[in-house]
């Protein structure tokens, strides 16, 4: 038994050192395969900005992702490429959220199966695909798990030091990625409990609240200033802000306020179905869609063998009550992490692109966090036999306190206030439990019962071994996919070599959307132009009757839905295409010939 133990302890102490060399393998792997492409507007935008930095050009677009384009300016001091400057610092950030996931699953999980968190995160193939662009999807989520360890070291310890990290994180992954705001709902939470406590010890609250969201407000306000400053005053920048915003949430950011098109059903359907688990989760791949189901289903027979929680005296109603009281102030690590990602999925779900399905992403580490977070270890038979299921307090739940109830993570709970005696019932009634047994019902030690302590443990078994089988599937499709953007051509970029290649370029005028940004950072050598209006369209093309007026496929649906069909009106003359999962938009373009 010596033996045994000091072999799991020295398994105990080898797996951080083997997280850390499959990091490092992960690392190396992604930082020989980051991808060369600026592909898409808002990837154009970052990579401009590292020649100038000015919101108003769009270099980069609102809110400016200030930590995000200066962390790329330090690398590019050794990486010269700005796409490559982007795609280093991407993978860097993320290869550095390994440790605050590893500790944040350690509260809840043995050091196995946090290993298995770790790489079921990092091996998960769109994530790892995000971390190889010149995006700020993948920092944004690396700068995310720092900032869930220090609000939940927060919601440990409640004090002001770490209630000063937390605010600090979160300001800065709201300099990289503002639009994962909703999950600043937790520093809300963290106030909450926090006031409960300066209550409980009867110190002056709102003074207190007031202080605290002045640190949270000057600790944003450090970027907001500096980008402030940067265009001209805070004038200039709020008017620049609510330009933004309103373009974002009603004409062409893709909300469901700017998509009236696509009912609220659809859209619920293409982003849990298609954005979350199939695009997201699984990577478009039936194998790992599988294994990830028969992982799921051990995870729910893992999560239904554990042990029934004990009934009490209290009605239903107070019941509730008291568990949502202390439920608020004494969360669970999964069941906090499982809030925040509603609210982000619910935020993503309304107010995001779901044509873009890059925005889902800080959902895909927290929904395998949760899932693997159902299997605990089972108690073995011994341990049960030496540890007996602890009685039941002798006071009913009715009796007490809420304040005792609600009772913050790592401050002492309030003494209970005293219950009166219960009156010594009779051993010669019926009712007493002490009474005595008859002679004729045998006594015999009892013993624990061990079978459902078996069935928990291999189910668990089960489920280690279905997580490593869905790593390894993640793992192949990842690299795979990793290697193939890293060298397939966009369809834009096909594009631009087709009309650099081509003699006939000078006489052209190509009508483009979103096309036009790559374009024009390519230096593509001939006239294109951004159009929206068919009016507009037919009074510019009458400007240039000598011209071969050629449009782009995204051009052509937004004429046909302002006039109706245009097909008489145009002929294909080229087509390019590229993986949808690089450029879920411009993976397929079509060029028409305008008839005239």
Known sequence: MRRLGKSKELM??????????????WTVYSLMHLSPFAASWDEVDFVLALDRFDLLAMQPHFPGYPYFVFGAMVVQRVVEDPVL???????????????????????ILSPFWSLLVVMMVFTSPYLWLQALRPMSEAAGIALLWWYLLFWWRAMERLTWSASWQALFLFSLLMGVRLSFAPFGLSLVWLLVVLGMKWRRQGLRLWPRIAWFVAIAGGLQLLWVAGLALSEGGFVGFIELAAAFTQGHFSQWGGGVTSASQVSLAERVLRFAGDNVLWTGMFARSTALLAAAAALLLAAV???????????????????????????????????????????????????QNIDKPRHITPLIGLMWLLLLALFRAATPPKAAARNPAPQPSPV????QSLPSVMAPLGSPVSPVSPVSPVSPVSPDSPSSPSSPVSPSTPVSPSAPNTSPVRARRAIQTAGALLACCVISLQAA?????????????????????????SSAARNIVLYTWEETRVLEY???????????????FIADIKANPKATILLTDHVLKGFEAQVGSLQGKVRQVAYYQSQSMFDPVYNQITVYEWLR
């Open 85 to 107: 400057a982007y795609g280093v610092w991407n993978v860097l950030l993320t290869a550095s959220a390994a440790l605050p996931i590893w500790l944040l699953t350690r509260r």
């Open 12 to 25: 105990s102490a080898a797996i951080p050192t083997l997280a850390v060399i499959l990091v490092l393998l």
């Open 301 to 351: 027979l893992r999560a239904g063998a554990g042990d029934a929680p004990r009934r009490d005296s209290a009605s239903p109603r107070a019941r509730w009550a008291l568990r949502a009281a202390a439920w608020l102030g004494r969360p669970t690590l999964p069941l906090a992490l499982a809030m925040l990602a509603g609210a982000y999925g619910a935020y993503a779900l309304l107010a």
């Open 522 to 536: 390519l230096r593509t050598p001939i006239v294109h132009r951004r159009i929206e209006s068919y009016n507009y």
């Open 477 to 501: 499709q990842g690299g795979r996919l990793a290697a193939q953007q890293a060298s397939e051509r966009p369809a834009v970029y096909q594009l631009a070599d087709a009309f650099t290649n």
């Open 396 to 399: 009913p739940p009715t009796t």
